[in-house]
């Protein structure tokens, strides 16, 4: 990075910081606090559910997952639209008539106060998790071009988010994602319109050739993480769980000016999201095309490949990268002479010199291995996945000078807005949830309650951090926070679902129940080694653990009987909490 790349980077995040700081430096009331203005348009709601759920890892880590294994993962996705319409068509109206700041407040209203601190405690232990990936990625980045210590750029990225939104609450997080949306759409398309121009014609004929371009697999073993199936029926019960009951992005669509505006915003997303996971998905397939004729690394992250290789055996490691070399050349050819066949249309020769390519792309998958391997000899704590810095290799050594700043504010932003809408969701949840369930006499007293709040989510922000710099993610760092997710969501989510639809199910039924469903979650999930009847794809723990929640609190309360304490409250009858304006 030059003087230009760094003064469009600093320009772009600390103005962003700053605007939200100082637009929003009034804001004193627990409404506006953690619900935002009551003026938000929806346009304005649902940049800012796209730019929560579109944090730093979906534009570092999505490239890397389609450079790896194709477009296959926009699969997950295929039930976000279904899911969105059935959140617009129950959840929102159901919180825009109670008037509640968080979801959980609704289980208190529908079943009891233990099912109300259940769901919000089980949301705060997998949101405190996933915000720790949250700020982990853009760490990556920072430290890749800045050669600093991770740990450092963890705790300056995270103590700059935590600024802002302690200051200005929900309002300075919309009105921030508003101008960090525009920058990330601004980048990501810069970045594709750079890598097509560097490509040659029938780059997608290659990508579909090396197995990038099957978006769609039919499959029906359980064990593949991403088919048609997993994204219709488990992807669906996770973007319902997300969307419609992390407090994270029913925060976004809650307030704004009408019941109206909210599902505007909501079904912007529906249209949206699919075909920008598919792009940005097509954007890392395309990369790997790129580097079938452009020389690249042997391991992507450099900086560790250089330091195990100077602490272990640099011949070793030099002696790969020279065999890597090599087989970089002879696939550029073999990548080649298949085009030249295929441009003559000779069935013939096209068939022999696709096995060739074919061929050479399995050597050169096998010397990368042989590299990871290296990797853990040298030093056995290495994290030899490396598919999160593919794009910002790409990056840093073929952009423009300028652009390079561009597309790391790119990621930057992205980060900071996804990390401040789950610390106002934190902070707000942990106030409303825990503070004034404890402390009743508090419901009266706003100012204190904004203070309260502010304390919360800056208290949430340190612990992100803490998460951040001793957590180690094996995963691709999109997979590792949908795990997260799939692990504690369809819990929550199976709370919702009886209190929406089973309406002769107390808080003592489905209170246990959602214990022993998680249970069964964790037990399958950390045994999923062990016994191989569990190693199935993790999208199935979102069905698996929503419909054993159902199951068990309708087995449960006809134990109980209809007597039983517990027993709901009409929703219909609730009312709003003392002191809400």
Known sequence: MNVLDW????????????????????????????????????????????????????FLSTPGQGFESGIGFVQNYFGLPLALIIICAVFLPIYRKLEVYTAYEYLGKRFDAKTRLLGASLFLLQRGLAAGVTIYAPAIILSTVLGWRLDLTIILTGLLVIVYTVTGGSAAVSLTQKWQMAVIFGGMVTAFIVLVSKLPSGALHVAGAMGKLQAVDFSLNAD????????????????????????????????????????LGLMFNAVMKVPMQFFILLLGALVFVFYQFERSPVFFNEVEWQRVAQASDPAKFRALELRYQGLHVQRAAAVRAWLDARTGADAAIEGSTRAAMLAAQQKIDAVRQDAKDALVAGDPRVKTKDSDYVFITFILTQLPHGFIGLLIAVMIAAALGSKASELNALGATTTIDLWRHFRPLAVHDEARNVRNAKWFTGFWGLCAILFALFASFQENLIEAGNIIGSIFYPIVLGLFVVAFFLKHVGGTAVFWSAIAAQAVILAGYFLRDAVPLLNFAYLWYNLIGCAACVLFSLVLQAILGPGAAGAAPSVAAARPVEGRR
Do not use: C, N, P
Not at 33 to 52: D, E
């Open 224 to 263: 593949r993480r991403y088919t048609i199936w997993t994204g219709l029926f488990g992807g669906v019960f996770l973007m319902l769980s997300y969307f419609g009951t992390d407090q994270s992005q029913v925060q976004r669509y809650i307030g704004g000016a009408a019941l109206r505006e909210g599902r």
């Open 7 to 58: 003064i469009v980077l600093l320009g772009t995040m600390l103005g962003i910081a700053a605007y939200g700081t100082w637009r929003t430096r009034h804001t004193d009331h627990l409404d506006t606090y953690l619900k935002g203005s009551r003026t938000t348009k929806w346009f304005t709601i649902g940049l800012s559910i796209m730019a929560t759920q579109a944090s730093a890892i979906t």
